[in-house]
Nanobody, 112 residues
Framework: VQLQASGGGSVQPGGSLRLSCAAS??????MAWYRQAPGKQRDLVASLSSGGITVYANSVKGRFTISRDNGKNTVYLQMNSLKPEDTAVYYCNARKLAAEYWGQGTLVTVSS
């Protein structure tokens, strides 16, 4: 199983980025994005189940949208109205039954 994340970068406040995570090796029940800012714990940003149930952190509701393309086994995170406090390393996560997998992180920096 491999999770390949991409799409991070630097953006000014108010800007947008789209993260992608391509999964190989399996079909997952839940795919999600977490983030970890310097000196802080890794927290859930958004998750999406195979049944279409979404969960968002309160801090990103209304600004971020998680989606998945089951045909490509890829999950996306569209991030709009980005704020400096969104700066973090973003990690893709996938779960199937008792197994959990992580992708490599992709850095998102929001700064003027």
């Amino acid at each position: 199983v491999q999770l390949q994340a991409s799409g991070g970068g630097s953006v000014q406040p108010g800007g947008s980025l789209r993260l992608s995570c391509a999964a190989s090796g399996s079909i997952f029940n839940v795919m999600a994005w977490y983030r970890q800012a310097p000196g802080k714990q890794r927290d859930l940003v958004a998750s999406l189940s195979s049944g279409g149930i979404t969960v968002y952190a309160n801090s990103v509701k209304g600004r971020f949208t998680i989606s998945r393309d089951n045909g490509k086994n890829t999950v996306y995170l569209q991030m709009n109205s980005l704020k400096p406090e969104d700066t973090a390393v973003y990690y893709c996560n996938a779960r199937k039954l008792a197994a959990e997998y992580w992708g490599q992180g992709t850095l998102v920096t929001v700064s003027s």
